[in-house]
DNA sequence: CTGTTAGCGCATTCAC
DNA sequence: GTGAATGCGCTAACAG
């Protein structure tokens, strides 16, 4: 197959092949690391030579090949975003994931680093890390929603710098995390429903597989602390699990609501938030007027929603911040000093009233 | 400064220097082309060497360096996901956007690809092609906002694979894009509309420094052809520029209705939706009672607003498939074979009504 | 200021 | 079935 032909190359042979270092250095006449130095801006280079080099490297459309440079440095400017496949395929309602993500993007970028988006499709520690050892990256933010303790050692047998965005282990040497004040922040939604005069709450937690998920503990707990406080018994079954999808939630929601009469509700996922609120316009009942609602999550959101709602918030940009900021030390060998979490913020808005 | 040393080599050595094809060769007195025949599943190695082999990865925990394997291969098994800073910022609220990224991410996965987040600061051709040119990945797909049309030329030129979600040129030779029939959509939403007598209608349309958002000249044609098969004059002041964030959507809205009393709402963006669903709320128009509203977008998003809303939504994980499918294609040098959008879907729920 | 040399880790020839 | 040799594209150390 005949093919017109061009500098006595093929049109293909040019389409394909990308110039190398090599040819720019010919078209120059000069050696390939002279063209490096020109290429990295090197001041060692005379100007008319600079001149020659960088023609060259115009007329040929030169780009210096990115896999080589990864190759020879052995850094590769990106960070691994380890999530379950599940969060992926909630995206569209999970504005937690959404708030974190965004964070984490903007804060890489500004590091000169990208993001690479990473999933596991089962959540075991296993599955998590046969993913992200076949990965280039130079590190790897894991948010996995299940207790993972194992992928941390596996990580750290492995010499591969990792944070996580939460605390999985009980091991003191594992420091490789950022957490949020998760006590605290349920203790500041249960202490402001006290005060409003509501004893007969629901706290909403999301659950896997019937098992709460781990941040949960610490919002119970500070449930229960204000309870202490106030001298109220905390019953059980003040603690209603529910599977974090919308329809689910919605469902839960219902049945939950048809056999019981709380005047508040605590709510520790956007989704199902999002869904209770929907079943109250269904069903006509009043929000804070028939119920009151407080939401844990993105600030942004719950303002968005009607009626405004009121919400313990965490400052998603700092902490993502945070876990960039410290796996970036982690990358470089900068020795890692732990911060204590920012503390969460109560936002009062509309969703809230007195219990008479 | 001493320290513990093991093997000879401090810890430190072997916490940092992870074992290379060469030190597992040596370890399993084979050759490192023995060691990369084994990992790469070859059948020709005698079980008992195979086996020697493998132990040896076990026990120095050995991790074939993606890098190198890249490289060599020229593969990186990554596709450049590239979109405007705006479009992350904007991400808790901007569902339209979550979705592409979302069918997009799980796509590419499914194919065994992973996908990388790119952003330009700056929505030219120069700062996209900058971001691009730099960055390793076997091929781009690029969701940007505005009119790009000497980008292509300049992947073109580069060789870099690339796919736009929109058409930019009007070059017949430019088909690397996946569009959307957005003329249909238009054109459905107002023909439903006329047909339930809504006349004076306002369709919201997102724009950019007061540029009308590409997609949406072709909506506006749609909803023309509709006026026009019903005789109807359609008045060039029923077109209302909005930008596309929350704040000033709300405020947009609230200025258009107090000046005007239009029967219908045709809104072209996702963030603006809900903006206007809110105002209504906030200042107690009935939907439909007392003005319809028609929304473009994700119909999972629609139905989880109250009231459900009445939308034309576009299959975006077709869309985004296709997105996926072509780039690939382009990657493994296969010719392309342009298809016709799929046609958008009227969904009928509760936001509309007969204007009496 | 510029050229020469060497090697990063791996996979793919080609011998044996 | 296995080993030896080679080179992907680039940069860095060392000469000159």
Chains 1, 2 share one sequence.
Do not use: C
């Amino acid at each position: 197959m005949a093919s017109i032909t061009f500098d006595g190359t093929s049109w293909e042979e040019r389409k394909i092949k990308k110039p190398t270092i090599h040819d720019v250095a010919e078209k120059a006449k000069v050696t390939p690391s002279t063209v490096s130095r020109v290429m990295n801006g090197s001041s060692l280079v005379k100007p008319i030579t600079r001149q020659r080099v960088l023609d060259a490297v115009k007329s040929l459309g030169y780009i210096p090949s990115k896999t080589a440079r990864m190759f020879k440095s052995g850094k590769s400017g990106i960070l691994g975003l380890v999530v379950s496949a599940q969060h992926i395929s909630e995206l569209i309602f999970n504005a937690g994931f959404q708030a974190i993500f965004k964070a984490l993007t903007e804060k890489a970028h500004s590091e000169g680093y990208n993001i690479l988006i990473l999933t596991s499709s089962d959540p075991d520690s296993e599955s998590f890390f046969n993913v992200i050892k076949n990965q280039v990256a130079d590190g790897f933010i894991i948010l996995s929603p299940s207790n993972n303790e194992s992928l941390a050692s596996m990580l750290e047998e492995a010499g591969i710098p990792y944070v996580f965005n939460m605390k999985y282990s009980n091991n003191p040497e594992d420091i490789y995390y950022i957490t949020s004040d998760d006590l605290e922040a349920g203790y500041m939604a249960a202490k402001y429903l006290l005060d409003l005069n509501h004893t007969d709450i629901r706290f909403i937690v999301g659950s896997i597989k019937g098992n709460v998920i781990s941040f949960n503990h610490e919002r119970i707990n500070g449930v229960k602390k204000a309870y202490g406080e106030y001298g109220i018994p905390f019953k059980d079954d003040y603690i209603v699990r529910v599977p974090g999808q919308m329809e689910e939630s919605y469902n839960r929601i219902h049945q939950l609501l048809q056999t019981q009469k709380p005047t508040a509700l605590m709510i520790s996922n956007e989704v199902t938030t999002v869904a209770a609120l929907n079943y109250f316009y269904d069903y006509g009942y009043r929000v804070p007027q028939d119920i009151s609602v407080i939401g844990f999550g993105p600030s942004d959101l719950y303002r968005s929603l009607r009626p405004n709602l009121t919400s313990v918030s965490f400052d998603i940009t700092h902490a993502s911040g945070k876990i960039v900021d410290m796996l970036l030390q982690r990358i470089e060998g900068i020795p890692i000093k732990l911060e204590p979490p920012k503390k969460p913020e109560l936002i009062i808005r509309d969703s809230t009233a007195r219990n008479i």
